[in-house]
């Protein structure tokens, strides 16, 4: 009778830690989803990279800036440019351009004019 009831603490403890890493893995799970919904993570990350990428593209083939190399960052549809340009038409031709790209939410410039 003392074993069968030993048995039973046992089977039963042993299932309050099945069920323990069960509802400890469900939680993992969801940060998972959360981690690869749109608008964060990955995507966001090739988002940027293609704004970033469609930018430099039309600054190469524009013929107001061409052969200038601002800086370009995205970060969340974010675009910041920096760097030197020759005069005020050109920082506001690579400022249109830049709006002009697709995804862009906002263009904050940080371009000055070399003297």
């Given amino acids: 009778m003392m074993k069968v009831n030993q048995k039973i603490i046992s089977l039963n403890v042993l299932l309050l830690f099945a069920a323990t890493f069960m509802v ?3 939680d993992k799970r969801e940060e998972a989803t959360t981690a690869t919904a ?5 995507e966001t990350a090739l988002d940027d990279d293609i704004i970033t990428t469609k930018i430099r593209s039309g600054l190469l083939a524009d013929p107001v800036v061409k052969g200038l190399d601002p800086k370009v960052e995205t970060h969340q ?3 910041r440019l920096s760097g030197f340009v020759e005069s005020q038409a050109q920082m506001e031709r690579i400022v249109e351009i830049a709006h002009g790209v697709a ?3 906002n263009v904050e410039n940080k371009m000055n004019i070399r003297n």
Avoid at 38 to 42: A, D, E, H, I, S
Wanted: charged share 5%.
């Fill in 24 to 26: 400890a893995g469900c």
């Fill in 103 to 105: 995804g862009v939410k």
């Fill in 38 to 42: 749109p608008g964060t993570g990955v």
């Fill in 77 to 79: 549809g974010i675009v």
